[in-house]
């Protein structure tokens, strides 16, 4: 017994155990302490931060809403009728619908926005104009028609915000789908305008936009406008009868409520008066039965490690003997368990280290002597008697060709870049049943010879990446874009990796922007020189810049990048063009541009986008973005100097409205008669004779492209009426607007 109580091994051993037992303890220590019911109130608190917080994001849309409306009931088009009795001017209209559209597109769960007069039947909406039956007949079909709104909006009103119902949706293909949609009434108690409004919520985004996945599971909200009726709620069967009686809300705000097997929590808006109830599951049963569970449990649990303890410290000191003398250090006395430890340790550090020494030069070496074979320039004779000693390492066979590997990272939503050896093992793995070695040249690129003993080797070859590319961007490099390019066949001799490699380099200079397969095949690459690049319309590219006209800017960059990959040019042309616009761009930046060197760095991720673009919608969002922010930082000419620069730019770009001869001088801060002579002078015609010019000269445009009638291009042209545009067109051409139609459809 002696013996055993002195011997170092035991005690480690034993010792080891008892710490278990400890940590085992203290575990089982904090598990009894955050019982049930402390792990329920914790539960609880959350569960009420998470839905003050989803309070706040209500309150905050709900504020939307209510600044929305105000913020409609002050345009300015009370008045929709024209000089002529009983018309309705659908310039202001269509003015007033884009107002609108522009008021809610950064409210993601604003469905639709519906506006209409007591006196007009017609209806203006953020996505159209139509009649209002139309509007909730056809487009919103539900329990509630046009008829409804029509006697609900003559009644006097407060603001209200209907419960959410299904509507049914017509789209303008004529298909219907089925959306659940909360409609927010404006009041007409006080007429702040002579304007109806109706604001169509997504009642699923507004949920989403609330974050409701931060309550626990099994609790739910209702919400409960200002007369107390519920116009939102995640309980499908809500019952909260004489519970509001119960409770008092004017002066705490919140108020608690057990009943049954919930607890309900009351909480009231500061903003609008609206009641939020938190319906959560109440505390659990038998708490005190399952801690005197945990106490039991503790105690037979140290008991039995202690006694299992003992009997494996006596039972493992024979081997730990055994061991100590099979590595050399006999009979000693002291601690067994590190001696051991550090033996093994010494021994494997060794062992790893000369592992990774050899092969980390032999790696490298190969990999140094095939990049300097790549060289096109010459070497020294003693480079040279090197990379000829590792010619027989790199051919195998008779022929061979060369694959270049490039990936590009898709976006960060994968997690961090891969680890380069990692990437290598996975396409070594493509490899593999290859005679081929594969090498890390730079910038997410890899170099792999193949070799080849007949030339229907490579048909073969192209097949089998085109599926395993594929694989690896689905799977293993998910986070990744993958093309390969497959030189042509080469003889096996040293000399002709620097042909081949120029080669494989050129597959992704000169493919097609339409290019779909992973896999470039170069012998089949057609050499194409049809680019397309628009002087005048990069030219009003550079004026919708200045003055901010974004969509303009978007539909350019896209026709010029559509017509490019529809005429099939190369990669390496389309990024030369997008290059170009970038540069013409960059000149219409300000100096605060390049505060803290923004521009530059904008430059550089722009250069950095394009170069390593897998596709053409790739180098567009690059262009679209890069546009957004010269936009936002341009340097406009000043609009209030007589330039012909800016006047005939000024035209152009507003053509399109009631441009009346005052209307322009007053934006030059000129008066009509001094401007009237100056343009007469400067320009050789008449304002208004340039005016129609430019006017027709879109006029004809649309004639030709578009299906728009002919009294809603005049519209679309900046005349009042179809008579007014028919005259002047005939005037200007010869022939009517529908007889010119004719003839170019010919």
């Known amino acids: ?52 917080s989803m309070m706040k994001s209500y309150d905050d849309s709900f504020r939307s809403i209510n600044n929305i409306l105000h913020a409609i009931h ?13 018309r309705i001017d ?158 008092y809300l004017s002066s705490s705000k919140e108020e608690s409520l057990t009943k049954e097997n919930y607890e309900y929590h009351f909480f009231k808006s500061e903003f609008n008066g609206f009641i939020y109830i938190d319906k959560v599951p109440y505390q659990f049963n038998n708490i005190d039965s399952v801690s005197r569970a945990n106490r039991v449990m503790m105690v037979t649990t140290i008991v039995c490690s202690i006694v ?55 790696s490298e070496a190969r990999r140094g002597v095939f990049l300097q074979a790549l060289d096109e320039y010459s070497h020294s004779s003693e480079l040279d008697l090197q ?25 960060n939503e994968h997690g961090p870049m891969m680890p380069i050896d990692r990437i290598s093992e996975i396409i070594q793995v493509s490899l593999s049943g290859m005679n081929a070695s594969l090498f890390y040249e730079r910038q997410l690129q890899f170099i792999a010879i193949v070799n080849m003993n007949q030339v229907s080797e490579r048909d073969t070859l192209l097949k089998h990446f085109k599926a395993h590319l594929t694989r690896m961007e689905n799977d293993e490099l998910a986070g990744y874009s993958i093309k390969a390019s497959v030189s042509k066949l080469y003889s096996s001799e040293m000399a002709n990796i ?6 494989v380099m050129n597959g992704m200079l000169y493919r097609s922007v339409n290019e779909a397969s992973n896999v470039l095949d170069m012998m089949k690459i057609q050499y194409e020189w049809s680019v397309y690049f628009p002087f005048e319309k990069i030219e009003k590219l550079s004026n919708y810049v200045t003055v901010g006209k974004l969509k303009e800017v978007k539909e350019i960059i896209a026709e010029t990048i ?44 722009f250069m950095y986008k394009v170069d390593h673009a897998f596709n053409c919608t790739v180098i567009e969002d690059a262009l679209i973005e890069a546009a957004k922010y010269i936009a936002k930082h341009s340097k406009p000419e000043q609009a209030s100097k007589l330039n012909p620069a800016f006047i005939s730019q000024y035209i152009e770009l507003h053509y399109m409205e009631n441009l009346y001869l005052d209307d322009i001088a007053a934006v030059t801060e000129t008066s009509s008669k001094y401007f009237s002579s100056y343009f007469k002078k400067t320009f050789g015609i008449n304002y208004v004779e340039y005016l129609n010019k430019v006017r027709l000269s879109h ?48």
């Open 1 to 52: 017994m002696k013996r055993y109580i002195t011997n170092q091994g035991i005690i480690q051993i034993f010792g080891s155990l008892l710490l278990v037992i400890a940590f085992m303890f203290v575990s089982n220590y904090f598990v009894y302490k955050n019982s049930i019911s402390s792990i329920y109130e914790k539960v609880t608190e959350n569960n009420t931060l998470a839905v003050k």
């Open 74 to 86: 002050g345009l300015r088009f009370n008045d929709l009728e024209s000089d002529e009795a009983g």
């Open 90 to 247: 659908m310039t202001k209209v269509y003015m007033m619908q884009d107002s609108i559209a522009t008021l809610v597109s950064s409210i993601d769960f604003i469905e639709d926005v519906i506006v209409f007069y007591d006196d007009y039947d017609i209806a203006i909406t953020a996505k159209g104009t139509s009649s209002l039956d139309h509007v909730f007949n056809q487009k919103y079909k539900s329990m509630y028609d046009a008829n409804y709104w029509r006697n609900y909006m003559r009644t006097k009103n407060a603001f209200k915000i209907f419960a959410g119902e299904y509507y049914k949706i017509s789209s303008e293909t004529f298909q219907q789908n089925k959306k659940k949609l909360m409609l927010a009434v404006d009041g007409n108690k006080i007429r702040i305008s002579n304007k109806n409004i109706i604001l169509l919520i997504d009642e699923k985004a507004l949920m989403k936009n609330a974050n409701q996945n931060l309550m626990i599971p099994g609790a739910s909200m209702m919400i409960l406008d200002q007369n107390r009726n519920v116009i939102l709620s995640t309980d499908p069967n809500p019952d909260i009868r004489g519970m509001l009686d119960e409770i």
């Open 308 to 362: 299992l303890s003992i009997f494996l410290s006596i039972f493992l000191n024979r081997p730990v003997k055994r061991i100590l003398k099979q590595l050399g250090r006999g009979q000693t006395i002291g601690n067994d368990f590190r001696k051991i430890h550090s033996d093994i340790v010494q021994m494997q550090n060794e062992i790893d280290s000369y592992k990774k020494q050899l092969k980390t030069i032999g």
């Open 387 to 411: 990379i000829q000693n590792y010619c027989s390492d790199f051919f195998r066979s008779k022929q061979f060709v060369l694959v270049m590997f490039h990936l590009s990272m898709k976006s």
């Open 498 to 503: 620097k042909y081949a490699y120029r080669n």
């Open 562 to 605: 559509k017509e490019n990959s529809d005429r099939d040019i190369h990669h390496h042309q389309l990024t030369h063009i997008a290059k170009t616009i970038f540069f013409y761009l960059v000149k219409h930046a300000g100096a605060e541009a390049n505060t803290n060197n923004e521009l530059y760095q904008l430059e550089q991720q």
């Open 699 to 746: 006029a004809r445009e649309l004639l030709k492209d578009t299906t728009y009638t002919v009294a809603e291009i005049g519209e679309k042209t900046g005349y009042l009426n179809s008579s007014t545009f028919s005259t002047t067109f005939r005037k200007f051409f010869g022939i009517s607007p529908s007889d010119y139609r004719k003839q170019n459809m010919s």
